[in-house]
């Protein structure tokens, strides 16, 4: 049994035109020790899965799934208290923007002691020292200083370190980090991974990583979902993926990433952008910005071949 | 934080500077001669004439009455009133706490009320609750409350008979006293019934006075809430798995505070023009009514003391809610 | 998103007209606003048609005659009589013409005014700009009404000093407005592109940049309408503002005050049409906001 399972989720949003699918027939498991990476374009639905996992999402979405289970224990079928046990304190969380994720009201130590208090419990001086081991283990300079800092004192990487130690505060099993260094300067962003992969390993904690930069995925992950406008094209291991994509979108993806482009003049694109509700094409969602789609491919949706391990959402896979 | 409550009070300083020109400007705007004026039709002697035209400075330059204003006003000292020859500034202060209590209880209606109705809405927006919450608080934001309170008067005081209609405290009390707020006072004499008599009289004009603040502080605080609950912030607090409860109180109530605070704080403007209002239905003897008998007694002296005075506190309390607001927000005060 | 009519295209007057209209008949909250308030102004224009009576008319037979749904009520007074036997209804028609037109022209001179003073603060900045914000910050550091009492009371009691005293202390929000628009405005690009096309300051600051601040404006606008119409009513109220016997909705509420307990209905209809009056203003002034600038609509 894995630590955290999902199969069949389908995500819909209420809208003013009616329903818009975000996710449809999401399935994933990870087991602790595991790094998985859900890879994509921004509005194909990678962080929507997580979210609508954490229960994070507005009251505008309908979630539904065949099987969702963290440790066994159905989170559909949770209560509020129950899964607000696991949430925060089990599996938890960090998000996009780091800056705008810390309530600026609250320092940061009160932020981190919130979730100590929540979860873990302990005298106050116990929850202070347990505070200021964590952000030296995130790599914050000075944290006797800055467990009484406001986060708009910090920059956008302090403010990420800051929600990663929140969020392994209570040694979580399973650390969800959507699009983590996103928001950050390059510089930054390769510190931020690198901590958060020690952290994987000296935790064993099981980690799912959101992105869109394949080069992300290739430095960090074990496994990859590939996903697309809701839908997950390709599950592989990062090796098998980056060897021999199955789908044309994990192969378009590819080869954007400069190392791949050879001594071309420009990095090659994928045209097109991810439709959106209104916008959705017949047949395969990808087809109107796939090199190889055929008339076949535009007239009937994709389903992965039963006997493929890599579950590709193509015709003609590569 | 002392810097910046320097820095606010010397930006104040033009303004107080400004509102004394006003209030000193205000007798001698008078069309005509401003002592024959202020005699109205009952006319006046030469003697007394010059009596007043020396008491009150007019024979001498412009610029030296004004300095002689200023000088006098930082003594405390706002001459005497026409009507009743008592300094203007003791006739304020007398009446003052009966204001300041009315005032505070409208503004403690106002939050108690208001507050929680506009997180409520906030949280159910586009449900019956939200649509009643706005629709409640959008008929008391255009209420003419004169009206409101003949209307409650009507209501309560003469059809059930459940309210007095005028005054602050039944005559069988006598209290002394120390705040000059008949509700503490009551209190710290240990006086029940007295008190009960004070909440009494105090209960509907207090409501009346308060409707209006209890509307704006609604709206606002939905607007606020509304748009603090979209913030990531927020998001990060629910996934920290914390109740919703803390969540919306805590988290997301705790921002939306910051522009509650500055509403709350233009409020008291608002308390003050209604309590004009207010207190003349009620009879209450706070300034408001006492302002309003010195316009129509042509009391000028009361006047142009009264309006110095309430511009004073108006300039004090936004000075408070600037310093709140730098307390509630980090961003400000770092 | 809003509801656009195809017939127009973008950029255009018409378009523009079509995109708000769309957005403001979205809520019906603003529509029933709007039509009422076209309502009381067709009543206020055409008042000597529509009154049943002469509002200043006494009949002596008839001091205090309940409304019609009573016993003792008659046809004749639909919201029955005063003490001196006027007809309610007729007065609060009649009223409705003084409310509103002195209500509308106290927007007109205050945004006027208020638009001048907000410009050349805004575009000039400097000392002079100091000197308006200082002036409308000592205005409001006096209670509104407090101010306008004092006003009306140098100016002595009646209509035309109502209005002024009105209009003075609404002065500083349009004042704030402007400027705040027109330094969010300036350094855009259409304006350096239209003072390098040689426009002196004048044009400057009322054909470039006033149209384009103009949203904000127009929702403050019927902000002080509805502020107005209150404002004169607590004017009359207190005896400061119209004189009797003019029929003006505070004054007869005044007036009323004393039969309160006997003649609930002289009372309780003037303060009614001007609750409902400002609240529809308000509910108009809503939509407005929401349709003339998104940027607005939280607040």
Same mark, same amino acid.
């Given at each position: 049994m894995a630590l955290l399972e999902i199969e069949g989720l389908d995500v819909r949003f209420r809208t003013s035109t009616g329903l818009f699918p975000a996710v449809e027939d999401a399935s994933l498991s990870v087991d602790e020790g595991d790094v998985l990476s859900i890879v994509g374009e921004s509005g194909s639905g990678k962080s929507v899965s997580m979210l609508a996992t954490m229960g994070?999402?507005? #009251?505008t979405a309908e979630i539904s799934a065949t099987r969702m289970a963290f440790d066994g224990q159905d989170l559909r079928r949770l209560s509020p208290r129950q899964r607000r046990k696991i949430i925060g304190g089990e599996m938890s969380m960090i998000f996009q923007e780091p800056m705008s994720s810390l309530n600026p009201c609250f320092t940061v130590g009160t932020q981190i002691d919130e979730m100590l208090k929540q979860h873990r419990g302990g005298s106050r001086k116990q929850r202070r020292e347990r505070t200021l081991e964590l952000l030296t283990q995130v790599g914050i300079p000075d944290p006797e200083k800055r467990i009484g800092a406001y986060p708009h004192q910090l920059s956008g990487g302090m403010s990420q370190r800051v929600m990663i130690a929140m969020a392994i505060s209570c040694n979580p099993r399973l650390l969800i980090a959507d699009e983590p260094t996103t928001a950050l300067d390059v510089t930054i962003q390769a510190q931020i991974l690198e901590l958060l992969l020690e952290l994987q390993r000296d935790n064993d904690m099981a980690l799912i990583l959101i992105t869109h930069d394949m080069g992300v995925v290739a430095e960090t992950a074990q496994r990859v979902i590939v996903q697309y406008a809701g839908r997950q094209v390709e599950h592989q291991d990062v090796k098998a993926l980056f060897a021999h994509s199955r789908h044309p979108y994990t192969e378009a993806l590819l080869s954007a990433l400069p190392e791949r482009a050879g001594d071309q003049q420009r990095l090659p694109t994928i045209p097109g952008v991810v439709p959106g509700q209104h916008n959705r094409p017949e047949g395969c969602l990808f087809n109107p910005r796939c090199?190889?789609?055929t008339e076949h491919c535009r007239q009937v949706a994709p389903k992965a071949e039963a006997d493929d391990p890599a579950r590709t959402l193509c015709h003609y896979p590569l | 934080m002392i810097k910046f409550i320097f820095i606010k009070l010397a930006q104040l300083i033009p303004t107080f500077i400004g509102v004394t020109i006003v209030a000193f400007s205000f007798i001698r705007l008078l069309p005509g001669d401003p002592i024959l004026l202020m005699a109205g039709e009952r006319g006046i002697s030469a003697e007394r004439y010059a009596v007043l035209e020396a008491q009150l400075g007019f024979d001498r330059p412009l610029i030296a009455q004004y300095f002689d204003f200023i000088g006098n006003l930082l003594q405390g000292d706002l001459g005497t009133s026409l009507v009743t020859h008592a300094p203007v500034m003791s006739e304020f202060m007398n009446r003052f706490p009966a204001t300041l209590e009315l005032s505070l209880f409208a503004l403690l209606f106002a939050v108690i009320v208001g507050l929680p109705a506009g997180v409520l809405a906030a949280t159910r927006r586009g449900t019956f609750i939200d649509h009643s919450v706005m629709g409640v608080s959008l008929t008391g934001y255009s209420m003419p409350i004169f009206w409101w309170g003949l209307l409650l008067i009507m209501l *309560?005081?003469?059809?059930? @008979? #459940?309210?007095?209609?005028? @005054?602050?405290?039944?005559?069988?009390y006598f209290i002394e006293p120390v705040t000059g707020l008949l509700t503490i006072d009551t209190l710290l004499a240990g006086n029940w019934d007295a008190f009960r008599s004070a909440l009494h009289y105090l209960i509907l004009p207090g409501i009346v006075l308060g409707t209006i603040p209890m509307a704006v502080i609604a709206r606002q605080t939905r607007s606020s809430m509304l748009e603090v609950l979209g913030e990531d912030y927020v998001r990060t607090a629910r996934a920290k798995g914390l109740s919703s409860f803390r969540v919306i109180m805590v988290h997301a109530l705790r921002n939306a505070l910051i522009t509650v605070v500055t509403v709350i704080g233009l409020q008291v403007g608002v308390l003050l023009a209604g309590a004009i209002l207010t207190e003349t239905i009620f009879s209450w003897p706070g300034i408001g009514k006492w302002m309003i008998d010195a316009i129509s007694r042509r009391d000028y002296p009361a006047v142009q003391g009264g309006l110095v005075l309430i511009a004073f506190i108006v300039m004090l309390v936004n000075l408070l809610v600037d310093v709140a607001y730098g307390v509630i927000n980090p961003r400000i005060r770092h | 998103m809003t509801t656009l009519s195809p017939s127009a295209a973008p950029g255009t007057l018409r378009y523009q007209l079509a995109e708000f209209w769309g957005s403001f008949s979205a809520s019906r909250g603003a529509l029933v606003g709007l039509l009422f308030i076209t309502f009381i102004l067709l009543i206020a224009l055409f008042a000597p048609w529509v009154?049943?009576? /002469?509002?200043a008319l006494q009949n002596r /037979?008839? *001091?205090l005659v309940p409304p019609v749904w009573h016993a003792e009520g008659s046809w004749r007074y639909v919201l029955g009589t005063d003490a001196v036997g006027r007809d309610v209804l007729s007065r609060l028609i009649h009223g409705a013409r003084f409310s509103l037109s002195i209500s509308a022209m106290v927007v007109v001179l205050s945004m006027a005014v208020g638009i001048f003073l907000g410009l050349l603060a805004g575009y000039f900045r400097g000392w002079l700009e100091t000197v308006i914000t200082r002036l409308m910050d000592v205005v409001l550091a006096f209670p509104s009404l407090l101010l306008a009492l004092g006003l009306v009371a140098v100016l002595s009691p009646g209509l035309t000093s109502a209005m002024i005293a009105i209009a003075l202390v609404q002065l500083p929000y349009f004042v704030r407005l402007t400027r705040a628009a027109v330094i969010g405005e300036k350094d855009r690009e259409y304006v350096t592109a239209s003072r390098l096309a040689g426009a002196g300051h004048g044009r400057l600051m009322f054909n470039t940049l006033l149209p384009n601040c103009m949203a904000p404006l127009i929702v403050q606008a019927t902000l002080s309408f509805s502020t107005a119409i209150l404002d004169i009513a607590a004017l009359g109220f207190l005896g400061m503002g119209v004189q009797p016997p003019t029929p003006e909705w505070g004054a007869m509420l005044a007036n009323a005050r004393e039969f309160m307990g006997s003649a609930y209905w002289a009372v309780t209809f003037p303060g009614l049409v001007i609750l409902l009056t400002v609240l529809m203003i308000n509910l108009m002034g809503d939509g407005l906001r929401d349709a003339l600038d998104p940027k607005l609509k939280r607040s």
């Open positions: 994070l999402l507005p #009251w090199r190889y789609a | *309560f005081s003469s059809t059930l @008979g #459940w309210t007095p209609v005028s @005054g602050r405290i039944s005559y069988l | 009154a049943p009576h /002469d509002p /037979d008839a *001091f």
